[in-house]
């Protein structure tokens, strides 16, 4: 019998951070990751003012970034849970996305696996079963970190709305890059880049991953990966829109 489980991400404001946290360990949520990130959604950046003539325009604006997993029968719990605790009413509280995972999580410390989820119900758990209005794609982007300014200018010239952006390191086929330094070889495994999420419903994927393709491009190792992967479910935190219109 499959496993059932689910993969919230919750993008919010930094500062909710102590209560969603206090919020899921009340509810015995057994692990989260939590990562400071950046991005835009509706808001699509903001304007910070410097001074009596000064401006700053803010495009990516600070959030965090939670990942969790869970059974998916405590779904419907979490959301109930957290929703009104992340509220504000103002625009940039964020969203979640669920994607649904069959198969199995074992602890390292142990190798055994995570208890299963003996309570699911397909007829009550409405977030995770009933299926969307409009297919979701989470689309993936992992590139240069001096790629961010054009790559965002073009995607929001396709309508793309929102959009986290996280730094990270990694290596692709060029297993990282040898540098001589004062006359020595030094070998970095690991390289700074940038992850690029988008979640997109009416934007066609294919136009996403052309942008992309055309801004990032050099011919050259290191340009970076693109992965697509299909969300079940959207909730906007400030308003409780679900799936397209929470895009």
């Known amino acids: 019998m499959a496993v059932h489980y689910t993969k919230m991400t919750i993008i919010t ?9 206090n919020a899921l360990l009340d509810l015995n949520i057994e692990g989260m990751t939590a990562t400071e990130v950046t991005g835009n959604g509706t808001e699509n950046g903001q304007i910070q003012y410097v001074g009596s003539d ?3 325009e803010i495009l990516l604006i600070p959030k965090i970034y939670v ?3 869970t059974t998916a029968s405590k779904v419907s719990l979490i959301l109930k849970t957290i929703l009104p605790l992340l509220q504000t009413g103002i625009v940039g509280d964020g969203k979640i996305f669920l994607e649904n995972i069959e198969g199995e999580i074992y602890r390292i410390s142990s190798g055994e696996k995570a208890g ?41 010239a396709i309508g793309v709305s929102g959009m986290t952006v996280t730094n990270v390191e990694g290596c692709g086929r060029q297993h990282g890059v040898t540098k001589f330094v004062e006359g020595i070889s030094r070998h970095t ?3 700074p880049k940038i992850k690029v999420e988008i979640v997109v ?24 990966k693109i992965f697509t992967s299909p969300i079940a479910h959207a909730i906007r935190v400030r308003t409780g829109e679900t799936d397209d219109a929470a895009i």
Request: net charge negative; with cysteine; charged share 35%.
């Open 189 to 191: 495994g690991l390289l």
């Open 13 to 21: 404001r930094r500062d909710k951070f102590p209560v969603l946290t």
């Open 54 to 56: 000064g401006r700053v």
């Open 67 to 69: 990942e969790l997993v």
């Open 201 to 224: 419903c009416s934007v066609p994927v294919q136009d996403v991953i052309d942008t992309a393709q055309k801004v990032l491009g050099t011919g050259s190792m290191g340009d970076g």
């Open 116 to 156: 299963e989820d003996e309570e699911f119900n397909e007829e009550s758990e409405e977030f995770v079963m009933s299926a969307a209005a409009k297919p979701m794609t989470k689309i993936t982007i992992i590139t240069r970190k001096e790629k961010m300014k054009e790559l965002r200018k073009e995607l929001v």
